[in-house]
């Protein structure tokens, strides 16, 4: 009768425990990569659903710009004419200020940098879209500022110098919209620009005061 102590029992067993050691690590091994590319295509789901939010959020505020647009400009010609009569000397008891500013959001875009989903975005895409955002914060103060400029004009007489500031703040405004609307239109609708950009009205004179 042939007898293995503990020793060669274990010799004899080497390759059988071996292989079934290998298979262990190589089952560890493929649950956590199934598990990492699971994660993986979740967060890039999870980008891809945040910036389909972002431009669905930016087309609604070039909508919004679509309508505020004009009317920030009709603003401004009934301040120009209010301007003119006073000029004039003429006695004007109330002044007819009427307009629809934008009403902007940017909740999609600040989700999306809080829970870290533009980090799996294009790098380029991000950084046009931020620079938006900036510009899009940036008229909305100058907007805050100018609801502020029209509550006071309200519960007073009108007075030159007061529409003239007040046609200044508009004319910023005016041209912070155009500013908004080319990048709305870079980023959203880039096969609409034009082959020969136009002559950039941003920064330009203000009406003559």
């Known amino acids: 009768m042939n007898r293995q102590g503990p020793r060669g029992l274990l010799q004899a067993k080497a390759p059988e425990l071996l292989l079934e050691a290998f298979f262990v690590v190589f089952a560890v091994l493929v649950a956590l990569g199934v598990d990492e590319w699971n994660e993986s295509r979740d967060l890039r789901e999870k980008a891809e659903t945040a910036r389909a939010a972002v431009l669905s959020e930016l087309e609604g505020n070039w909508e919004e710009l679509k309508v505020g647009g004009p009317s920030t400009v009709e603003m401004m010609e009934s301040v120009t004419a209010t301007v003119q009569r006073l000029r004039r000397g003429e006695a004007v008891t109330q002044a007819d200020i009427q307009g629809v500013l934008p009403d902007f959001s940017d ?9 870290g989903a533009v980090a799996r975005m294009d790098y380029d895409w991000v950084l046009r879209t931020a620079r938006l955002y900036q510009t899009q914060e940036l008229t909305l103060g100058l907007q805050r500022d100018l609801l502020g400029t029209i509550g006071g004009l309200a ?23 155009q500013e908004l609307d080319r990048k709305y239109m870079e980023l959203l609708a880039p096969d609409s620009l034009p082959s020969t950009p136009p002559p950039d009205s941003v920064g330009g004179a203000l009406p003559d005061q």
């Open 107 to 115: 909740a999609a875009w600040e989700t999306a940098r809080v829970t």
């Open 155 to 177: 519960v007073r007489a009108p007075e030159l110098e007061r529409f003239l500031d007040f046609r200044g703040q508009l004319a910023i405004l005016t041209m912070l919209h």
